[in-house]
């Protein structure tokens, strides 16, 4: 018991303190999204602004600048809590091994984690909690459901159909695979279309859109003041009503130099490597393999964004959290422990002492509000319960305990 109180604690300190490196009020490009809704048809990003608007119409109210923040910063604190609970549960289900503790402390500290923080506002928050809640439909195989939930989450963002959805299939795949193995029920594929189609009609709508969609929400945008002011430098309304081929045009020509960024590389990897090296080892997946490919892909399947998109340094970090999903997937459908080496455990000690160390490029010229020395001590009881839990409990790798599946 007083090893799980040092381990949460842990996870609680690190998330807290990684929160605080980048935490900020919404930026300007965030809030406006928050005001679009469907009045203006079936656009992208619309689904949040039109919940809202619905939720301040009973009291005759307009949504304000300062009911954007309010709710941002409520979901922000909502999605580190349910971070930390999944870290727990992952924790409780594979039997509280130091490895996996490692692992979910190298999430919890990891350049994804600090864009996330620097993000409040943006709708990334709410398509990774509506993923969470998916892939626990799917365990539990409310599997309609379950896929219902990822197409309102890329009606939220497009960007969760290779953030969210991968993630999703994998899960899928191996349930699947895993009741034909003990002669249950097959699983029908028709449920995997539902997100798919969600996405089509999304880009269907934006290619027959009235010419003049984007003036009108600018219009409807400016007369909120705050926005005014900046609604012609952020542009929210053009990358709302562009389309994606045009979007495509816009960035071509850019994609394999932000896709091999050696600083991105560099900033991700550690995290990403030591994930995805407990997963392989403990579940003795092979490499290369077909199964190693499927997952790798289903990490890296994120950076097609950048086809489409010029925030490098955020769709870099997605391949994080997507390594995340995977640790979460595999605990939860093979939930007994397995034995791992101790290289793994040197790997994780070697990523969360980069993600201490690293830097996350932000965006709007904001920098990580502490310097290193600073890191370094807030980070010290998190790397010394680390380091702790790796040397003391070194033996148990040759005497490795029955898991506990709660």
Known sequence: ??????????????????????????NDFSKEHWFIDYRFGFVKRGLV??????????????????LV???????????????????????????????VALAVLVFLSSPFVVMSAHLIGYFDNIIILLTMLSLALLFKRRIWLATAVQAVSILVHENAL???????????????????????ARWSSWPLLVPPVAFLLLTFSQSVAPIDREQ??????????????????????HWITITFYDSYVLHQGQFLGR???????????PSVLAILGFVFEANAIRVPSAESLILLGACLLPQAMHVLAWDTARIWTYSILCAFFV?????????????????IRLICLVALFLNVVGVTPLMDGLRDHFDLNTRLLLYAPVLTVALGFAWSDRHALANPQPPTVT
């Open 1 to 26: 018991m007083i090893k799980r109180v040092w381990i949460v604690g842990a996870m609680l300190w690190a998330v807290v303190v990684t929160s605080l490196r980048a935490t900020r009020l919404p």
């Open 49 to 66: 602004g039109t919940i809202v608007s619905l939720g301040t119409r009973p009291a005759h109210a307009r949504p304000t600048e300062a």
């Open 69 to 99: 923040n309010i709710l941002s910063s409520v979901l922000f604190v909502a999605f580190c809590a349910v971070l930390l609970w999944l870290g727990v549960h992952i924790l409780r289900r594979s039997g509280w091994p130091v490895e």
């Open 162 to 184: 290779l953030v969210g959805f991968p993630a999703f299939c994998v899960a899928w795949w191996l349930i699947a695979a895993r009741q034909t193995q003990s002669e249950e």
């Open 216 to 237: 009108a929400l600018t219009t409807y945008l400016s007369s909120y003041p705050f926005i005014a002011r900046s609604i012609r430098d952020v542009r929210v309304p």
């Open 259 to 269: 896709v091999l960024s050696q600083s991105m590389i560099g900033l991700v990897l």
């Open 327 to 343: 640790l979460w997937i595999y605990v939860e459908v093979f939930p007994g422990r397995k034995t791992t080496t101790q290289f």
